[in-house]
Nanobody
Framework: EVHLVESGGGLVQVGGSLRLSCAAS????????IGWFRRAPGKEREGVSC????????VYGDPVKGRFTISSDNARSTMYLQMNSLKPEDTAHYYC??????????????????WGRGTQVTVSS
């Protein structure tokens, strides 16, 4: 059974940084793409970033390119999201996800096989 547990969220000022972690179990990072999605109040869930299982390629949503960095420690089955230069519009509930495919696709949440419960990130201005 897949388990995903996020941590690292919190309240931060504009321009600050946070690092989210996702502890995973029940599957191998070598077999499925893993990533982060977020949902802001009143908005649809959107893809933030992803790492492909096929070749480790990373992808980012346009709003976070150049500010966020995704990484993984396969030996510890843990994924990270380093978030820098945070903006108020980054305020959202962030979810760890494992996709049903090896190659990233964060254009839609339909490829996600399992979700974590999420962690809240709030950026104050």
């Amino acid at each position: 059974e897949v388990h995903l547990v996020e941590s690292g969220g919190g309240l931060v000022q504009v321009g600050g940084s946070l690092r989210l972690s996702c502890a995973a179990s029940g599957f191998s990072f070598d077999d499925f793409a893993i990533g982060w999605f977020r949902r802001a109040p009143g908005k649809e869930r959107e893809g933030v970033s992803c790492i492909s299982a096929s070749d480790g390629t990373t992808v980012y949503g346009d709003p976070v390119k150049g500010r966020f960095t995704i990484s993984s420690d396969n030996a510890r089955s843990t994924m990270y999201l380093q978030m820098n230069s945070l903006k108020p519009e980054d305020t959202a509930h962030y979810y760890c996800a494992v996709l049903n495919i090896r190659v990233c696709n964060i254009a839609t949440p339909l490829w996600v096989g399992s979700w974590g419960r999420g962690t809240q990130v709030t950026v104050s201005s």
